[in-house]
């Protein structure tokens, strides 16, 4: 449940809401019962709810009471149109809508079901969906907010630490926001069974083609030297590497094509070595 945009008091509801609900059904099955001090009905089934709770605690199914009246917001965001409200939540997710279940043995029946097939109290490891993530970490680095970028796969990170993905979008994040010696520790203090991932040797590439970024106009300096001397292979190798340092992929591919098509051997076949680099950096 995003954050963004919300009100301190929203923000607020989120958090809580996040402490007795989502961290919890990450290894247990929360029933989540929306209620208010003045529905009659809610105050006939919360002792049901309570009492079959107890009965399946060590199945590790647990109650959540969330009162509608003092928590509109979370009350919205499940679009409850009615009291009571009774979902079971397993890992961030709503499973099952138990509304219907008012009685011990119709809730027994539906919690039976679900424990069938829910792996419930660590049967298996809890996943949480980090891919929209990823995707959205991924997006932004794309467009050139690496700051913003790390921001997210820092997140990412925190919330899956051998996710490699997350990780090398960390490190390649931090180089595009110009921490080069952070991302350079990131590097040296992965474990051996990541650093050797190839979604690590490409953070690695692009860390160690961004040292090369020029001084300011030495850029300039290199692009009018390939004018006057189009043949000037290590003025246009220069400028590719710069031109990679700074962000600017599509030129750098440009010129080194450019020197592979005049002299494919050039200086030990140092072009196609650096758009191979180069391939490795942006994911290809």
């Given at each position: 449940m995003a954050t963004a945009g919300l009100t301190v008091e929203e923000q607020k509801a989120v958090e809580e809401f996040q402490q007795a609900v989502v961290t919890p059904s990450m290894e247990k099955l929360v029933i989540v019962n929306f209620w208010a001090e003045w529905c009659g009905p809610c105050k006939a089934l919360t002792p049901v709810l309570e009492k079959v709770a107890a009965q399946y605690a060590e199945k590790g199914v647990i109650l959540a009471k969330i009162n509608v009246d003092e928590n509109k917001f979370i009350a919205s965001q499940f679009q409850v149109k009615s009291i009571p409200t009774v979902y079971a939540i397993f890992q961030g997710k709503p499973v099952a809508d138990l509304t219907t279940a008012r009685t011990e043995s119709q809730l027994s029946g539906a919690l039976d079901q679900l424990l069938e097939k829910l792996p419930v109290g660590g049967g298996e490891e809890p996943k949480q969906d980090i891919a929209p993530l990823l995707a959205m970490g991924e997006e932004i680095l794309s467009e050139g907010d690496g700051e913003r970028a790390a921001g997210i796969f820092?997140?990412?990170?925190?919330?899956?630490?051998?996710?490699?993905?997350?990780?090398?979008?960390?490190?390649?994040?931090?180089?595009?926001?110009?921490?080069?010696?952070?991302?350079?520790?990131?590097?040296?203090?992965?474990?051996?069974?990541?650093?050797?991932?190839?979604?690590?040797?490409?953070?690695?590439?692009?860390?160690?083609?961004?040292?090369?970024?020029?001084e300011d106009g030495a850029l300039e300096s290199l692009r009018a030297a390939v004018t006057t001397d189009e043949k000037n292979h290590q003025a246009r190798f220069d400028l590719a590497t710069g031109l990679i340092a700074s962000g600017d992929h599509d030129a750098a591919a440009d010129h080194l094509l450019k020197i592979i098509e005049a002299d494919r051997e050039w200086n030990e076949d140092a072009a196609r070595a650096k758009l191979l680099s180069l391939f490795e950096m942006v994911g290809l």
């Amino acid at each position: 449940m995003a954050t963004a945009g919300l009100t301190v008091e929203e923000q607020k509801a989120v958090e809580e809401f996040q402490q007795a609900v989502v961290t919890p059904s990450m290894e247990k099955l929360v029933i989540v019962n929306f209620w208010a001090e003045w529905c009659g009905p809610c105050k006939a089934l919360t002792p049901v709810l309570e009492k079959v709770a107890a009965q399946y605690a060590e199945k590790g199914v647990i109650l959540a009471k969330i009162n509608v009246d003092e928590n509109k917001f979370i009350a919205s965001q499940f679009q409850v149109k009615s009291i009571p409200t009774v979902y079971a939540i397993f890992q961030g997710k709503p499973v099952a809508d138990l509304t219907t279940a008012r009685t011990e043995s119709q809730l027994s029946g539906a919690l039976d079901q679900l424990l069938e097939k829910l792996p419930v109290g660590g049967g298996e490891e809890p996943k949480q969906d980090i891919a929209p993530l990823l995707a959205m970490g991924e997006e932004i680095l794309s467009e050139g907010d690496g700051e913003r970028a790390a921001g997210i796969f820092a997140q990412i990170a925190e919330m899956a630490p051998d996710n490699v993905e997350a990780v090398g979008g960390l490190i390649r994040s931090m180089v595009a926001a110009g921490h080069l010696e952070q991302a350079q520790e990131a590097l040296v203090g992965l474990p051996k069974e990541l650093s050797s991932d190839p979604v690590i040797e490409r953070a690695r590439a692009t860390l160690e083609l961004a040292k090369d970024k020029p001084e300011d106009g030495a850029l300039e300096s290199l692009r009018a030297a390939v004018t006057t001397d189009e043949k000037n292979h290590q003025a246009r190798f220069d400028l590719a590497t710069g031109l990679i340092a700074s962000g600017d992929h599509d030129a750098a591919a440009d010129h080194l094509l450019k020197i592979i098509e005049a002299d494919r051997e050039w200086n030990e076949d140092a072009a196609r070595a650096k758009l191979l680099s180069l391939f490795e950096m942006v994911g290809l």
